[in-house]
């Protein structure tokens, strides 16, 4: 590339087209859950399309159960890609095609140093504290001085003046000197194309105008550029795709991301933390990216704001309370009938979806993720005798269950079942026994959830139902703890 030269961009001569391109080594982790929704709503936002692709030519490290787990993981969160997914393993062929091409025409080159060579001329540098660039031999060796029958990578033959310039849509202007950049593999000696190779042609194929992805990623740009730049050369139509690359994310305590922080797969989130998607998609969009003071995002409204200029140069810090806060406030406007699917599959045993359902305006509002609704649905469920926590038991004096024998009377006489009647029967018991109304609530709801807390007691009664209530007050008024009946 010329000195001073900058990137062209394919958008010139088509719509835009994102990429989601994640390694099948592992689980779908946060970092990797972000750059795959910036792509999807930089594609929603410009009217383009947003494609996946996986990069699974780590034959080794690459599993069908990483690759389930990735898929999983974004249609969770709603970001399954537009067309099938492409698999880069299963394009080799056309990448050795390009490879090729690059060798043909002269802008790569048969590099015949050996492994054992090259880890020696890389220990002398750095024994002579020196950056080690490779000015191989071989670099302008025609075919008539190749040897035969001997081993060979293919390296790409990088430009040695001037300065390669990326316009970055999120880290501005960034240069690099052409002479920093090494003549890299492209082609393996067993004839398999790397990553560099690959990325090019699978982006130049699948027609990405847009890259955006992590900027551990950034010196990668100027390498493929490289690739790009020579095959435009060659047979033209090989724009540059515009580049946006994204900060990582880093711990609350601006440290390096890590398990201890939160860095886990996002069916950990959603399994074992029940965390909801519409949650995880906010909490992702607003890590690194913002829009005012504004916190409640929804997927239609982040595709109308998108911009990626406004992604900020700087890490994100990863914060599981401010998830668990945001997911609460989700929890508490999400649907009855699904949270009800969401919950039942949580809560072990038989139960009754309906009485489920009909608890769940109460359940939700105290609740931070699924597994506190499901758990604080349990009393409902309970069979008798009823298990006590330790807080529970210690409330149950003599005392209490004498006025839980008490409140058992009045309520029998009750015909009419409601919060309303409820209500002001027991505050009238209250005020004659001039006792605050905690005074007969406390035992009470104890005595019906085996807890210390749960929605409001009225709710509990009218939710238990008549028969199901005064039995469960029976058996504390009339046994010990420990003894129900």
């Not at 982790?29 to 929704?37: E, F, M, W």
């Amino acid at each position: 590339m010329a000195s001073g030269s900058v990137v062209n961009s394919r958008e010139n001569r088509q719509g835009v087209v994102t990429r989601f391109a994640p390694s099948p080594t592992g689980f779908l982790h946060i970092g990797g859950a972000r750059t795959a929704l910036f792509n999807w709503l930089f594609a929603r936002h410009n009217g383009g399309k947003y494609l996946l692709r996986i990069e699974d030519t780590d034959r080794k490290r690459s599993t069908d159960e990483a690759i389930a787990a990735i898929f999983d993981g974004l249609d969770w969160l709603g970001l399954g890609g537009d067309d099938e997914a492409v698999y880069q393993f299963a394009r080799s062929d056309r990448h050795a095609q390009v490879a090729a091409q690059l060798l043909d025409s002269g802008h790569a080159y048969r590099c015949y140093i050996t492994p054992e060579d090259l880890a020696g001329r890389r220990k002398k540098a750095q024994e002579q504290r020196e950056t080690f660039r490779l000015n191989s031999e071989w670099r302008d060796v025609g075919p008539d001085g190749h040897p035969a029958d001997t081993p060979f990578v293919v390296r790409i033959k990088a430009p040695r003046e001037g300065e390669t310039v990326i316009e970055d849509m999120v880290q501005g202007r960034v240069a690099v000197q052409n002479e920093e950049l090494d003549d890299f593999v492209i082609l393996r000696s067993d004839g398999t194309p790397t990553y560099m190779l690959a990325v090019v042609i699978d982006d130049h194929d699948m027609a990405v105008s847009h890259v955006i992805r992590g900027d551990d990623h950034l010196n990668n740009a100027f390498r493929q550029l490289i690739v790009i730049n020579a095959m435009n050369a060659i047979e033209g139509g090989w724009d540059a795709p515009s580049y946006g690359h994204i900060p990582l994310i880093h711990g609350a305590d601006g440290a390096k991301m890590s398990k201890r922080h939160g860095a886990l797969g996002v069916d950990t989130y959603r399994d074992e933390m029940g965390i909801l998607p519409e949650a995880m998609f906010n909490y992702l969009l607003r890590l690194g990216w913002g829009h005012g003071d504004e916190d409640i995002i929804d997927r239609e409204k982040a595709v109308s704001l998108f911009d990626i200029a406004d992604v900020g140069k700087s890490p994100s810090r990863f914060d599981l309370a401010k998830l668990q806060h945001l997911n609460g406030l989700y929890l508490r406007e999400a649907d009855d009938a699904r949270l009800t699917e969401l919950a039942a599959a949580r809560i072990a045993g038989d139960i009754d979806k309906g009485l489920l359902r009909a608890a769940m305006p109460v359940l939700k509002v105290r609740a931070g993720n699924l597994n506190e609704l499901a758990e604080s649905a349990g009393f409902l469920f309970a069979k008798r005798p009823l298990a006590f926590t330790d807080k529970a038991k210690a409330l149950l004096t003599d005392d209490a269950r004498e006025r839980l024998g008490m409140i058992h009377t009045r309520l029998e006489c009750e015909s009419d079942w409601t919060i309303e009647t409820l209500e002001a029967s027991l505050k009238a018991m209250a005020a004659e026994l001039e006792l605050g109304l905690g005074k007969l609530a406390q035992p009470l709801r104890a005595a019906l959830t085996g807890q210390t807390t749960s929605p409001g007691i009225f709710d509990v009664l009218v939710l238990l139902g008549r028969d199901e209530s005064l039995a469960r007050i029976t058996a504390q008024a009339e046994s010990p703890v420990g003894q129900q009946i």
